[in-house]
């Protein structure tokens, strides 16, 4: 059996106001020519499967269009989990016609994640425990009781308690059906000692809401564990079979020349441990992001100009110049390329909080969590509270988020 292993799509993402169609266009018609060509058994599409709880029109055709063409083309199995982006009603409404194609969808927390894969001769050939992201509601009593520190803690014991039931659940299934049957479990989390990058949305998700999660919670039979929400690829604590793909874009010039994957899974009766592989994917959009003096953001403006590519750029200047002098110094080298500006930035000017100057950071350049952390820095208080301050407000964020999936 051959499974691949993806998450994290945002469909309907934008970066700077630039949609980015075209980009998830590409990389579904890549991964379904991957899928097709390589034979793929199942595929596993690990949550925020789109960028918003409300997804726009083209993002539901992509999707939809996408799902039929590989289960059209031989695909017998997909799983999709919801994510921390994902509306569960949206994804959950069609899961009962998916099913009639071989797609299983869990949106939600439910009380069926334990999923029997047939082959087709009718025999169970895998075992998926399709996890989603566990909200708060899912896992623990949420009371008024208790500071942030013990609220952290019942939710993790409620993750805890949560995987270590369906995995139970799984393995007896697995003893009762006979032969090693591979189990698969998926997750939409952030495991200890995961890495993120700047700009990819993940950060600071979970200050206040949900702490990082020690990968021990996975049985050791477990065969395989596809994991989404970090959007660097990635091992967990160094196992080869609990892995992250990643997200199949950049979500912002902080992710500009990171490899992006896709994780193969083979199982063989030969052996009892699956062969896991990766692939790289294509760049679908090239992201640059230049910095320092004038003359030399002006000679890599040119090599890019120069190389005849579509480039989309983030200049942070270490400068003088205003604002307006310095964009149109750059529009001169850019102007008739396929190259464009989509955010300059004056690095000597970063950690000043919104102001009056031309250089000015607008509130569309900043999230709500970098709002918060820059009035935090305009009171006198000791770190401790700020702290304290920033896990309370991360809690009803996520609360907020809640509320608007259902």
Request: aromatic share 6%; proline share 3%; with cysteine.
């Amino acid at each position: 059996m051959r499974i691949l292993h993806t998450s994290d799509w945002h469909l309907g993402r934008t970066l700077h106001d630039k949609r980015r169609h075209g980009e998830h266009e590409e990389f579904l018609g890549w991964l379904e020519e991957v899928v097709l060509q390589r034979h793929i058994d199942l595929l596993l599409i690990c949550g925020d499967v789109f960028d918003t709880v409300t997804p726009g029109n083209k993002s539901l055709e992509l999707y939809y269009s996408f799902l039929r063409r590989v289960v059209d083309g031989g695909c017998r199995h997909v799983v999709v989990i919801g994510g921390n982006h994902d509306s569960p009603s949206l994804l959950d409404a069609p899961k009962g016609i998916l099913e009639h194609l071989g797609v299983h969808v869990v949106g939600a927390a439910t009380e069926d994640e334990v999923l029997l894969l047939h082959d087709g001769e009718g025999q169970v050939e895998a075992i998926v425990c399709a996890v989603p992201f566990l909200h708060d509601r899912d896992v623990r009593d949420i009371s008024a009781n208790g500071d942030w520190e013990e609220k952290e803690k019942r939710l993790v014991a409620g993750i805890r308690s949560h995987y270590a039931d369906v995995q139970n659940r799984a393995l007896s299934l697995r003893e009762t059906l006979g032969g090693h049957i591979p189990i698969i479990v998926t997750g939409h989390m952030f495991a200890s000692g995961g890495k993120v990058t700047e700009g990819d949305g993940v950060r600071d998700l979970y200050v206040g809401t949900a702490a990082a999660v020690p990968s021990s919670l996975f049985d050791d039979r477990i065969d395989y564990v596809a994991l989404g929400h970090l959007h660097v690829p990635q091992k967990v604590a160094g196992k080869e079979h609990v892995r992250y793909s990643g997200s199949p874009l950049p979500m912002g010039f902080g992710e500009a020349g990171q490899k992006k994957q896709v994780v193969v899974i083979d199982f063989s009766h030969d052996s009892l441990f699956p062969l896991v592989e990766t692939m790289d994917l294509p760049v679908f959009q090239t992201l640059l992001r230049i910095g320092g003096t004038l003359e030399q953001i002006e000679s890599r403006l040119q090599a890019a100009v120069d190389s005849l590519k579509s480039i989309w750029v983030e200049v942070n200047y270490d400068g003088t110049l205003s604002a307006q002098e310095l964009g149109k110094q750059l529009d001169m080298i850019v102007q008739g390329s396929q190259v464009e500006i989509l955010r300059l930035k004056n690095t000597r000017l970063t950690e000043h909080v919104l102001g009056d100057d031309e250089w000015h950071t607008t509130l569309d350049d900043l999230d709500e969590k970098e709002v918060f952390r820059r009035r935090l820095e305009l009171e006198e208080m000791e770190d401790d509270e700020k702290t304290i301050l920033t896990r309370l407000y991360g809690q009803v964020l996520q609360s907020l988020r809640e509320e608007e999936a259902l």
